[in-house]
């Protein structure tokens, strides 16, 4: 019997590697065009800005074009409100039951919508729409093969993290990204499934781009010791500066709705108009920022100048980000931080502190700082920017950097971004005591009040049910004195439509104070 059970475990896994590879080529090959399309795209706009300073009076039909192009990403949005910002919250919300959409009308819509608004200049990043492109791929195959359930969910997680390693050749931090920040599940069939199509995507994606690290920086030595007091300094000039964008980017809207005589509708005209004085003067700058962050780390520029493009994009990125448009904030986040490690390593130099042999490896530093304060997800900001950069001789400032950046936002009650911006496009849940039966797997962490509680001690929510209790690779089947410990997985199963409901409710009852059982 026990031989039987480890066969069938076997056959599982290699079922989720196969459908891992199907997935990562569908969503590799749609996500790879994704970005081909914005790169080419951003080097015409590049081209265009340089032409219309030597005949500007070309500047007032090129804004009549910036404008419709815009209202037709408006429209875009109005008719699937799906496709507005970055797409991770929307993939994140599907697997955890909070909201799903029908995957055809997201797809094509976030694909054109993204092309257009982060290929024109705007400073938004490919990373997130490319999350939600490889998902909703993912989930579109999924209905072809008629599954349900969690295996629906494996297959958008797989497109999830085939969609960001596409965009990122970094396959590794795209499916830790996607257990650490969007799935919240380390289980194995979870991390099969991402891996393979991470893999798989990163291949298909190569093929087109090369081999080349999206972020190639070269530098001349690795950071001393001696200078290792500096980068608690930087880590914590990061969060402070890191709470200050997650603030900017979660209530920035308020600055839209204040413009009381614009319908909303066209909020997407007031960035496509910004954009034009930016691309004239600063056309480095336009997009996400990574051909920024690669030449300024071999010509960097002076302090002030550093300061001002960092206000610069700070200010842009939050307006391009609140007006609606389909773009993500992952590259923007990144090229703010890699100005954050040269303003620091510019300022630090200037005392006498450093010398400037270091500037690029502060840059390379900051950036996994910055995206690990502001997204708290220090894993996925390490192995993201190790991959990204293509050395392994950062580890160990970059995790410096990391920890004191993520200590200094959470300490400030700063909330993970992508959590933070779910939140605000989900209502809290009914209980929905009907359908199809499914499973929702809750993490019991060390400074939950879920820990040290026994079963019968816990007020389940409605129409749940603990099926077993996930301890390491044990499966322990529960009874009412069963003990839960941190670190344990809940298995509970409920009613397909009830999935939200009892997640959050398990969210709030790990919350309570420890008298809740009473």
């Not at 030595?221 to 290792?228: E, F, G, M």
């Not at 300022?347 to 910055?370: D, E, H, K, Q, R």
């Not at 400032?397 to 200094?408: D, R």
């Not at 039966?437 to 019991?444: K, L, N």
Request: charged share 15%; proline share 5%; net charge positive.
């Amino acid at each position: 019997m026990e031989k039987q059970e480890r066969t069938q475990r076997d056959f599982t896994r290699l079922r989720a590697i196969g459908f891992g590879s199907l997935v990562g080529l569908g969503a590799g090959c749609v996500v790879s065009l994704f970005r081909l399309l914005i790169e080419h795209l951003l080097t015409i706009m590049q081209i265009a800005y340089g032409w219309l300073g030597q005949h500007p009076l070309w500047l007032v039909p090129w804004a009549i074009l910036l404008v419709l192009v815009a209202l037709f990403i408006g429209r875009l949005v109005r008719q699937e409100p799906m496709i507005k910002g970055s797409g991770i919250p929307q993939i994140e919300g599907q697997l955890a039951g909070d909201l799903d959409y029908h995957w055809w009308p997201v797809l094509w819509r976030k694909f054109v919508g993204g092309v257009l608004g982060i290929g024109s200049g705007l400073f938004l990043g490919r990373e997130g729409p490319s999350i939600q492109l490889g998902g909703t791929v993912a989930q579109g195959m999924a209905a072809q093969l008629k599954l349900t359930g969690r295996r629906r969910r494996l297959f958008i997680a797989g497109g999830a993290a085939a969609g960001l390693s596409a965009a990122f050749n970094a396959p590794i931090a795209s499916t830790l990204f996607i257990l650490e920040e969007v799935y919240h599940s380390f289980s194995t069939l979870v991390w099969v499934t991402s891996l393979t199509s991470a893999v798989v995507a990163d291949f298909v994606s190569s093929e087109v781009f090369g081999l080349t690290p999206v972020l190639h920086i070269a530098y001349q030595r690795a950071l001393p010791l001696k200078y290792y007091w500096l980068l608690l300094i930087l880590g914590v000039g990061l969060g402070l500066l890191g709470y200050v964008y997650q603030q900017g980017t979660l209530h920035g809207g308020f600055l839209y709705a204040k413009l009381t005589w614009l319908p909303r509708r066209f909020d997407g005209v007031i960035p496509f108009l910004l954009v034009i004085p930016v691309g004239l003067l600063w056309p480095i700058t336009l997009g996400g920022g990574n051909q920024m962050i690669v030449t300024f780390a071999q010509h960097t520029p002076l302090l002030f100048p550093l300061i001002g493009f960092f206000v610069l994009r700070l200010a842009f990125s939050m307006i391009s980000y609140n007006s609606g448009l389909p773009g993500g904030i992952f590259l923007p986040i990144l090229a703010l931080g890699a100005l954050l490690g040269a303003i620091g390593a510019r300022s630090f130099n200037a005392v006498g502190w450093l010398p400037t042999a270091y500037i690029a490896n502060f840059m390379i530093y900051a950036m996994a700082g910055y995206f690990a304060g502001i997204s708290k997800a220090p894993f996925t900001a390490i192995l993201l920017i190790t991959e990204m950069v293509g050395s392994l001789g950062h580890l160990l400032p970059l995790a410096v950097v990391s920890i004191i950046a993520y200590i200094t936002v959470d300490s400030l009650g700063g909330a993970p971004i992508y959590e933070a911006l779910l939140e605000k496009l989900v209502t809290p849940a009914d209980p929905n005591a009907s359908g199809l039966s499914d499973r929702v797997e809750f993490a019991v962490g060390e400074d939950s009040a879920l820990a040290g509680v026994q079963v019968r001690d816990i007020m389940w929510p409605k129409d749940a049910l603990l099926a077993s209790v996930r301890r390491g690779e044990r499966q322990v089947i529960p009874h009412g004195d069963t003990l839960i410990r941190a670190g344990d997985s809940l298995v509970i199963l409920t009613y397909q439509q009830n999935r939200a409901y009892v997640r959050q409710e398990m969210q709030r009852i790990a919350t309570l104070p420890p008298h809740f059982q009473d």
